[in-house]
């Protein structure tokens, strides 16, 4: 199957700062690609849907000055979480789809984030 | 009403055991259903799309009931390593293709 690649897989921050994930697809060209976060025994949550050279459509309730995303080719997309707070620990994950009618999503590893 | 509704679980099996999972989607536009299997901190990965016609693979039996919203994974034989937590996931029609996960019902299977 094809394969996406999130990197890095852990993060521990200090409150303040910015956080950089990202996201590739390394054998297919992902014509779209989504950011999920998650916490502890929930469900995965769409934070947005991301399609090379345009803006990320955000989902209702998330800021979209505060977690970044750029999708400048067809195999990375990053999301930045900006001036990380505590309440922003959480679990980042990203999956692309090259598109079809079998709309199948492939996901990365995701990005286990604590911030201090 | 979530759009994705799951049993929580747990449900714990003895190995070999059979174990149903139920999930109910409110949209009735959804498009496409999947189960994904997700293990603790990890990535969920697709497990089987679900179809009308319903289909099996291997020990794995999915229904789909569109008139009543309704799916069903069916488990036999379960073994250890099918402990997992499993999401029910639709989609709705429309461009994006944005899937809408379930929280999960969560296995445990012992010896």
């Known amino acids: 199957g094809a394969v996406v690649s999130q990197h890095p897989s852990r993060v521990i921050c200090k409150s303040g700062t910015s956080v950089k994930i990202e996201c590739r697809s390394l054998?297919?060209?992902?014509?779209?690609m989504f950011w999920y976060r998650q916490f502890p025994k929930q469900s995965l949550m769409l934070m947005a849907t991301?399609?090379?050279?345009?803006?990320?459509?955000?989902e209702q309730g998330v800021e979209k000055d505060k977690f970044l995303i750029n999708h400048a080719s067809l195999t990375l997309s990053t999301l930045t979480v900006t001036s990380a707070h505590p309440e922003d620990s959480s679990f980042y994950i990203c999956?692309?789809?090259?598109?079809?009618?079998?709309?199948?999503?492939?996901f990365g590893a995701g990005t286990r984030l604590s911030v201090l | 009403r979530k759009e994705v509704e799951q049993d929580p679980g747990p449900f714990n099996v003895p190995e070999g055991a059979t174990v149903a999972f139920n999930c109910t989607y409110s949209n009735s536009a959804s498009q496409s259903f999947f189960w994904y299997r997700q293990d603790c901190r990890k990535e969920p990965k697709l497990l089987m799309s679900?179809?009308?016609s319903g289909n099996e693979d291997g020990r794995f039996t999915a229904q789909l009931n569109r008139a009543s919203q309704y799916i069903s994974l069916l488990i036999r034989d379960s073994k250890l390593s099918d402990s997992a937590t499993y999401l029910c996931v639709v989609t709705l029609s429309g461009g994006y293709n944005k899937l809408i996960f379930g929280a999960g019902t969560r296995l445990a299977v012992h010896p």
């Open positions: 054998d297919f060209q992902a014509t779209t």
């Open positions: 679900v179809y009308s």
């Open positions: 991301s399609n090379e050279g345009s803006k990320a459509t955000y």
């Open positions: 999956s692309a789809t090259s598109g079809g009618a079998k709309n199948i999503q492939y």
